[in-house]
């Protein structure tokens, strides 16, 4: 949704925080891989990307708080793809948002947005059931 925002460089780091985060809770389901996909699809980035940097090097490969907020939303949507928002992945993101220089209060109102996201999504989902 929001990935546009995002230059090439900060494209490749997403993709790579993307792959680290959904081995963050120690369980790949389908949904997250799918979602993962999905995500790597909107940026035309095929095929894994690991090039292992540290969490604080993909950090730094954001220039501005409007591409860091862009990815912590898409992070923390895909941590939500499989309904929990797990203790690991949650850890994951905070340290992350840290790294980026963002505050607790501003990463709380991420996922606040997120949360409400994800229920409107669903709630559209069974509008659309036949």
């Known amino acids: 949704m929001f990935l546009n925002v995002l230059d090439i460089d900060e494209r490749s780091a997403f993709a790579e925080l993307a792959e680290k985060m959904i081995q ?20 035309g980035i095929s095929g ?7 969490l604080g090097e993909l950090a730094a490969a954001f220039g501005s708080k409007r591409s860091k907020i862009a ?39 991420v996922e606040g947005w997120v949360k409400d996201h994800v229920d409107l999504v669903r709630r559209a989902l069974v509008l659309m059931r036949d």
């Open 71 to 109: 990815a912590l939303l898409e992070l923390m949507g895909l941590g939500y793809s499989d309904t929990s928002f797990h203790v690991g992945e949650e850890s994951f993101v905070t340290t992350l948002a840290s790294e980026m220089g963002i505050a607790g209060e501003e990463v709380a109102l």
């Open 48 to 54: 894994a990307v690991g090039a292992d940097r540290s």
């Open 24 to 43: 963050a809770d120690g369980i790949e389901i389908g949904r997250e891989t799918a979602a993962l996909a999905a995500l790597k699809a909107e940026m």
